[in-house]
């Protein structure tokens, strides 16, 4: 299976600062397609996860523009712009690239 | 809009069984595969498979191929999941979910406690 490292485990973040979470897989996750399949998740607490970013670089819907995200075939980065109160919960990657998908193990976004 | 909308909690005693169910609306239930994911208290996600909703044919990941049960009522547009012979470590949240390629949908989750 796919391992996935996120980095770090937590960050705390002043309202209105920039925060970044790393991503990185033991596979490259750059499909036969062209498609890189990482994705981005944030779990608000009490929450289901919920799809910020698809195919490594694209926004889901609903999503604010203050989530951005890049990277290569092994080594992704998600930033965060303008921290707001909302954006608080534990953000996970992901892979569908081949079965089965998997998640690296999180990062908690507190604020100071 | 799409909803997936689980049962309720559950509180179960080792070596019980129960079923947990996820109703879907908004689109036709066969278009998309149903996922399942644990989620242990305080822990991250594990996939632990999915289910064809045309077929009714389930895989499992590695760590769910024994007790684990994913089965479909299709003309109720629902998914459900078994898990016999309940274990301590069954502990957790379960969600269903609906994972594209360009979206997801998530259940509100199921928690579940395994406790004597």
């Known amino acids: 299976d796919i391992v996935l490292t996120q980095a770090p485990l937590s960050v705390s973040v002043t309202p209105g600062e920039s925060a970044s979470i790393s991503c990185r897989s033991s596979?490259?996750?750059?499909?036969?397609?062209?498609?890189?399949?990482l994705y981005w998740y944030l779990q608000r607490p009490g929450k289901s996860p919920q799809l910020l970013i698809y195919?490594?670089?694209n926004l889901a819907s609903g999503v604010p523009d203050r989530f951005s995200s890049s990277g290569s075939e092994t080594d992704f980065t998600l930033k965060i712009s303008k921290v707001e109160t909302e954006d608080v919960g534990v953000y996970y990657c992901?892979?569908?690239?081949?079965?089965?998908?998997?998640f690296g193990a999180g990062t908690k976004l507190e604020l100071k | 809009q799409i909803q997936l909308v689980q049962s309720g909690p559950e509180l179960k005693k080792p070596g019980e069984s129960l079923k947990i169910s996820c109703k879907a609306s908004?689109?036709?239930?066969?278009?998309?595969?149903m996922q399942w994911v644990k989620q242990a208290p305080g822990k991250g996600l594990q996939y632990m498979g999915w289910?064809?909703?045309?077929?009714?044919?389930?895989t499992y990941a590695d760590d769910f191929k024994e007790r684990f049960v994913f089965s479909l009522e299709t003309s109720a547009s629902t998914a459900y999941l078994q898990i016999n012979n309940l274990k301590n470590e069954d502990t957790a949240t379960y969600f269903c979910?609906?994972?594209?390629?360009?979206?997801?949908?998530w259940g509100q989750g199921v928690m579940v406690t395994v406790s004597s």
């Open positions: 289910i064809n909703t045309q077929t009714g044919k389930p």
């Open positions: 992901g892979h569908r690239l081949e079965y089965p998908p998997t």
């Open positions: 596979k490259s996750l750059l499909s036969s397609k062209g498609i890189t399949s």
């Open positions: 195919q490594m670089s």
């Open positions: 979910a609906l994972m594209g390629g360009l979206f997801d949908y």
């Open positions: 908004g689109y036709t239930f066969t278009d998309y595969a």
